[in-house]
Structures are given as structure tokens and as C-alpha cells.
């Protein structure tokens, strides 16, 4: 088969289309012929060595979808699924038995240290394959597994988020916090976001973003959030001086939600923080009651996650590196080529 394999890192252009050996699947597992595929920041940061437990060689690749080539032994009592059937990935493998927290020692996401999606054949575990959303694409479906279990876990699992509320997402634009803004609008919420592009914020506006701000050209963005709101609950994942201007903009008693830390460790002033009332939440991906219920959001087509670019699988580099400069609105796709 053909997959996109990283030898040593050294960056995007380290990526290589190669020929691969076609995975057989074991006990419990399914072997998916993937369709398309879909790009997270994760995978620049592994090809920069930014990642932890890296093993070379590796097939990349979290977010997949396509349809289900074969089951090893005891994989039907998995899934009700059968060969044929499209399907998208759960890419957060062997969570653990408690719902609120994953298993830090057992779990992993696919791409690392298991091969990943950016191959032509995949093998996970029959558990994780679930039918694919009849109103979505196969490439739109690729684009949601990961970005989309993190937003809905912030959101709902995590945040809490109630009809009527608002949420402000900071630096929308990527694809957790793209998803987050779709999920709140479907949920019923208002929502605030910012970004460092007016470009960015343009899309937000079109996706039924509420109120926008360029953090860039307005410093003191959290004072207009603030004015704009109430701010019941906030979504970031900077970290950093954003994390210390959110706990200024939130509400009295609100949330915030913290899954990343792309500004660094952030200094906070405890006096708001205690004063407030405020609660800081930390997630991480999602467990599959997560998955299985974010997935159910797209079940009638209406919703649809936002795709910057599909690119074609010998295109692989161009499609990393556009990750990595950040300038995407969305997911950056894959397609997965015979």
C-alpha cells in the first residue's frame, strides 16, 4: 500500500510517500480502507520532534475515514459493523474504564505510537469504527474524529455549555476551536471569538460568530469581551497572557476551559480568580461516550465541520507545512488516492 511515512524529523518536508506493507488486523481489530484523511497540529509537532514518546519510523495521520476492508478474529463482537460499511475513526485509543479522565499509562492516539490514517489501509481496534454520518462526505467525515472529540468534550462534557449562554472562543481559526464555535451555535449559545486575522474573524462572522475581535490590533480585546457578554464560559487553548485576560473578561461563577498551551505558561492574578468564583477546567481528546455523541451532531447533515483545503496524498508536504503557518480556517484534508 501506499503510505505518507516519517523517517526522522526534521519538519513537514520529512514527510515521504513510500510503499508500505499492507497491516493485517488481529484480535478485535478492523482493517479500514482509508478514503481521506485529516491534518492536527499534532502531527507538524511530531515531524519537528516537539512531541513526546516519537518512534521513527511512523505513519502519521489521527483523523480518518472510509469503510471497513476487513475484521479479525472477535472484532464483530466489537461492532455491529461489517466489511463494506463507510465508517470514521475514533482516534483515542484504549481510553479506560472511567469516563471523567483517560488513562494516562494506556491510552494513545492513533499516528503515534501507532501507525496512523495517512495510508491507504489502517488497522484499530473494531471498537473504534463507528458508521459514518449519511449527510457528510467521506472528506468532510475525515476532517472531524479529533478536533471534533476535543471541542465536545470541552464544550459540553467539560464546559457544560446550556442553551442561551455565552461561550468566548479564543483564537478561532484552527480546528478544535472551529468545531467549538459550530457546536455552541448548535447548541443554542452565543458566542465571542477572536483571532489575530480579520480574515479568520470574516469566516467566525459567516459560521454565526456572534461578536469578533482581532486581538492584534485591540489589546485589550477581553475588556470589549467582556462588555459584550456575559461571559459564561470561555474555550482556549493559548494559554499564557490569554488565560490571565479570560479570567478578566468571565463572569462571576463562570468556566473556562483549558485544552492547550500554545502562548506558554500563563502568570495569573489570584485575586479575580478567588474572588469570582471562577472554575478552570483542564480536558484532553475525549472518551467514547464523547465520541459517539459528537458524532451523533452531524447525523442529520445540517451540520458541517469547515474544510480550508483537500489536498491530494502526493501533495502531503505542501499540506503540512500550509498547517504549520497556521493560516488555515478549518481542517486541512486529505484525500487518500487508489
Not at 513526546?52 to 461492532?79: C, R
Not at 476551536?177 to 471569538?193: C, E, M, N, P, Y
Request: glycine share 12%; proline share 6%; hydrophobic share 45%.
Amino acid at each position: 500500500m501506499r503510505a505518507v511515512r516519517l523517517n526522522e524529523i526534521g519538519g513537514p518536508q520529512n514527510l515521504h510517500l513510500e510503499e508500505a506493507p499492507l497491516p493485517q488486523p488481529g484480535e478485535g481489530d478492523a482493517l479500514v480502507r482509508v478514503r481521506a484523511a485529516a491534518f492536527n497540529r499534532r502531527d507538524v509537532f511530531i515531524s519537528q520532534g516537539l512531541y513526546p514518546g516519537i518512534v521513527l519510523p511512523k505513519t502519521l495521520g489521527s483523523d480518518g475515514a472510509g469503510e471497513i476492508a476487513a475484521l479479525g478474529p472477535g472484532a464483530s463482537a466489537a461492532t455491529h459493523l461489517a466489511v463494506g460499511d463507510e465508517v470514521v475513526i475514533d482516534p483515542m485509543l484504549d481510553w479506560g474504564r472511567d469516563p471523567r479522565v483517560w488513562d494516562a499509562k494506556g491510552s494513545s492516539i492513533l499516528g503515534m505510537p501507532r501507525d496512523g490514517t495517512f495510508a491507504q489501509y489502517v488497522v484499530v481496534p473494531a471498537a473504534n469504527v463507528y458508521a459514518k454520518p449519511h449527510g457528510l462526505t467521506i472528506h468532510e467525515a475525515a476532517a472531524i474524529p479529533l478536533a471534533g472529540l476535543t471541542a465536545y468534550r470541552a464544550i459540553f462534557t467539560r464546559g457544560q455549555l446550556k442553551p442561551g449562554e455565552t461561550v468566548l472562543i479564543t483564537g478561532v481559526g484552527g480546528g478544535v476551536q472551529t468545531f467549538a464555535l459550530s457546536f455552541a451555535k448548535r447548541a443554542g449559545a452565543h458566542t465571542i471569538v477572536t483571532s489575530g486575522s480579520d480574515e479568520k474573524l470574516a469566516f467566525a462572522k459567516s459560521l454565526g460568530a456572534y461578536v469578533t475581535l482581532n486581538y492584534k490590533t485591540m489589546p485589550d480585546w477581553h475588556k470589549a469581551a467582556r462588555a459584550a457578554g456575559p461571559i459564561d464560559l470561555v474555550i482556549d487553548s493559548s494559554g499564557g497572557e490569554t488565560l490571565a485576560k479570560a479570567i478578566d473578561a468571565v463572569v462571576p461563577g463562570g468556566r473556562i476551559v483549558v485544552y492547550g498551551g500554545t502562548n506558554g505558561d500563563a502568570t495569573i492574578k489570584m485575586f479575580p480568580l478567588f474572588w469570582k468564583h471562577v472554575t478552570i477546567l483542564g480536558t484532553s481528546m475525549g472518551s467514547p461516550q464523547d465520541f459517539a455523541a459528537m458524532l451523533a451532531l452531524f447525523d442529520d447533515g445540517t451540520l458541517k465541520p469547515a474544510i480550508d483545503r483537500i489536498y491530494e496524498m502526493s501533495d502531503v508536504v505542501a499540506a503540512a507545512e500550509k498547517m504549520a503557518s497556521s493560516t488555515q480556517f478549518g481542517k486541512i484534508v486529505l484525500d487518500i488516492d487508489d
